[in-house]
């Protein structure tokens, strides 16, 4: 059930007043205009990490929220960074993941207890933060430190972040060692975490924005202190939960949203935040299909278009005040890896075109042949220092959407309106610069030659998308039913690729012993923050590409697994950070009594890929932005759908070696 609907349902029956008190048994409390205390944040961090209830998670929050909003408002972006783990907006690209070593030392100096004993303590508890936590409770001190305040830790946090340079080693130590000094009871367990990049306690992103949108409507009633029924607060609860999220996903920026929340809850939020070129919004996804008769399902009777569906990098390209920038699918921003992206560009604006975004791929192109190249050429590039006059592969644009144009969003507007704006301001260049491909089809056949022709134009597939009325529109962050992929490889049977983080390694044996010969491969669960163990990966491999990954991951080996790996019984030789994102396909799926992804999901056993193959690296993809369970496990159960079957676990198999087959 939508959490929403059950805070609304339970909760708003007991009126508003209720949530500007204390959380029953709280000892964390503080006064109205005083900064919040650490410890308060620390203390609902901790309920929330005690329960898997999604309704109880939501209400400590928005408890918590509330009493921000109506006490301290101008601490609340900072409660909310530290909720979600982050310093800063996403495309700003700071970020703490501060490794296990330095954090050692810092526990160390801080505590006074030494590293050799911290890394017992951590092989027994597998948790840093609750070394520090442990090592903090039996130090004695001989005066109580003076009370974190939110302000505080978020401050270091980011002044952490921040610090570059020659002695940056030593004066991160040194301000975690400073932090951790005057920690009292739990702070310690998760000012580790966060600086771990992981606070790991089952919060999601989104559940903050829901409970974030409560809090403001709660908040707003206790100060008005006027009897409402609880129908009404339940409908305004629903619609500010909503706004919020639309919102932030056109501009995903904390410190630009929370303002005019405050100020006028989500009617004025919505009013003053726009998309705004410079702010990359969480592009639109699509449905996987696995045949074109599914494609027919959806749009058969409705007006609908087929693109190219090109195999290179997103790019979401924006431009204001005469500066064009290029951020990727994850909102990194491409700017500088791009330089030939951006001076292409600049030639096909028309003059009419004061300020866009504009929704785009970028391909690897040969200038010689005038084709498109594999997407590989391209992510060989470097992403830092490229200059235009050594760049050999090029990159050619292929635009498909345009979301605002000249001070205005597009995204209420349907298709067919936004590809005729896009198509009459900007002037397609030969070899640089060209609108995606595009066929408005009505029938199987047509839909099968289209597919054959982007295939031999050395596309993926199509994208087939709604062109008019209200499911044409652009949904920013939304994997939409209104774009379906349909990918050569879907209709040989295999289905969706995969992409999976790179958590543990396997030596080679025989002629590979100076490399990894497999790899243990994890898909994401947003809901434990943990990565789950589905595969393991070794047959495929040229020799050149095991060096090669082991040039790139042998630096990333780390001694023990990390808490938040859910192996299952998979046992790696080796494990890694998880940074590396892989593409993979995979003759099936199967239940596993090995392998931990989706677990809970369809039964207590997880799911693993049998015969997985390597694609490609996807370095546009963060390891938490891989596949995650829920996708898992819709694809394990479309699999059983399609073969017929009702039964669970038809297939064996699945064991740790399962991972290799016939590739
Ligand atoms: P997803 O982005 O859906 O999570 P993914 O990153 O693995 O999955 P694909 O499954 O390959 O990507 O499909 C979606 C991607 O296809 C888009 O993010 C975009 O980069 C690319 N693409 C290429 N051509 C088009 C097009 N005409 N319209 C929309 N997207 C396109």
């Given at each position: 059930m939508h959490m929403g609907s059950r805070i609304t349902a339970e909760t708003s029956a007991c009126s508003?007043?209720?949530?500007?008190?204390?959380?029953?048994?709280?000892s964390k409390d503080w006064k109205a205009g005083e900064p919040v205390p650490y410890a308060a944040l620390a203390e609902v961090f901790e309920r929330i990490d005690s329960t898997t209830k999604r309704l109880e998670i939501a209400e400590y929050l928005t408890t918590f929220l509330t009493n921000v909003i109506t006490r301290?408002?101008?601490?609340l972006v900072k409660v909310i960074y530290l909720c979600i783990n982050?310093?800063?907006?996403?495309?700003?690209?700071?970020?703490l993941g501060i490794g296990e070593g330095m954090l050692k030392k810092a526990i160390a100096q801080a505590t006074g207890v030494n590293v050799n004993h911290i890394n017992a303590e951590y092989k027994k508890a597998g948790d840093l933060g609750l070394v520090a936590m442990n090592s903090r409770a039996t130090q004695a001190t001989l005066f109580k430190p003076k009370a974190l305040t939110v302000n505080h830790v978020f401050n270091k946090l980011r002044e952490i972040a921040k610090t570059t340079g020659a002695s940056s080693q030593t004066k991160k130590v040194g301000s975690i060692n400073g932090l951790l000094a005057a920690?009292?009871?739990?702070e310690a367990k998760f000012i580790i975490r966060s600086c771990e990049g992981k606070?790991?306690?089952?919060?999601?992103e989104q559940t903050v924005l829901g409970s974030l949108a409560h809090a403001t409507v709660y908040a707003r009633h206790a100060q008005e202190s006027k009897k409402v029924s609880s129908d009404r607060i339940a409908k305004e609860l629903e619609e500010a939960s909503k706004t919020l999220k639309t919102v932030f996903s056109e501009c995903p920026n904390y410190d630009l949203v929370i303002p005019p929340l405050l100020e006028g809850g989500t009617e004025l939020l919505r009013e003053k935040i726009r998309i705004t070129p410079g702010i990359p919004l969480k592009p639109m996804l699509a449905k996987p299909t696995k045949a074109i008769s599914e494609v027919l399902d959806r749009f058969e009777g409705k007006k609908f278009t087929c693109e190219y569906k090109y195999d290179g990098e997103r790019a979401q390209v924006h431009f204001a005040d005469g500066k064009l920038s290029v951020f990727s699918?994850?909102?990194?921003?491409?700017s500088v890896k791009y330089p030939d992206l951006i001076e292409h560009m600049q030639k096909c604006?028309?003059?009419?075109?004061?300020s866009f975004v504009l929704d785009a791929e970028a391909v690897a192109w040969d200038k010689d042949e005038h084709k498109i190249l594999p997407f590989q050429e391209l992510s060989k590039?470097?992403?830092?220092?490229?200059k235009a006059e050594d760049i050999k592969v090029k990159v050619h644009i292929f635009a498909f959407d345009l979301l605002y144009l000249n001070g205005e969003?597009?995204?209420?507007?349907?298709l067919e309106h936004r590809r005729e704006l896009l198509r009459e301001h900007f002037t397609p260049v030969e070899g640089q610069f060209a609108f995606a491909k595009s066929r408005d089809i009505y029938a199987v056949e047509e839909i099968q030659a289209f597919l054959d022709e982007s295939i031999q134009d050395s596309c993926e597939g199509l994208m087939v998308k709604m062109m008019e009325g209200d499911d044409a529109t652009y949904e920013p962050s939304r994997r939409s039913l209104n774009w379906l992929k349909l990918k050569k490889d879907y209709l040989a049977g295999v289905g969706d690729s995969f992409d999976l983080v790179v958590i543990g390694g396997y030596h080679g044996r025989?002629?590979?012993?100076?490399?990894?010969?497999a790899f243990l491969l994890a898909c994401y669960d947003p809901e434990s923050e943990s990565y789950q163990a589905i595969t393991k990966i070794g047959t495929g491999f040229s020799e050149e590409m095991l060096e090669s990954h082991y040039k790139f991951l042998h630096p990333l080996e780390i001694p023990n697994k990390k808490?938040?790996?859910?192996?299952?019984?998979a046992k790696p030789d080796v494990f890694f950070e998880p940074k590396v994102v892989w593409e993979v396909l995979a003759a099936d799926l199967s239940l596993s009594p090995v392998y931990s992804a989706?677990?809970?999901?369809?039964?207590t056993r997880g799911v693993s890929l049998r015969f997985p193959r390597f694609i490609r690296?996807?370095?546009?993809?963060d390891p938490d932005d891989a596949s995650n369970s829920e996708f898992v496990a819709e694809a394990y159960q479309r699999q059983v759908v399609a073969s017929g079957g009702?039964?669970?676990?038809?297939?064996k198999g699945g064991g740790e070696d399962g991972g290799d087959g016939f590739w």
């Open positions: 508003a007043e209720i949530f500007t008190k204390k959380v029953a048994g709280s301290t408002p101008g601490d982050r310093i800063a907006p996403d495309y700003e690209g700071l970020e920690c009292q009871g739990q606070l790991r306690i089952g919060l999601a699918r994850n909102s990194e921003d491409m604006i028309k003059p009419n075109t004061q590039r470097k992403r830092k220092d490229v969003s597009l995204l209420k507007k349907d025989g002629k590979r012993t100076s490399v990894y010969g808490p938040y790996y859910d192996l299952g019984d989706a677990k809970g999901l369809i039964e690296i996807r370095d546009d993809k009702g039964g669970k676990g038809k297939k």
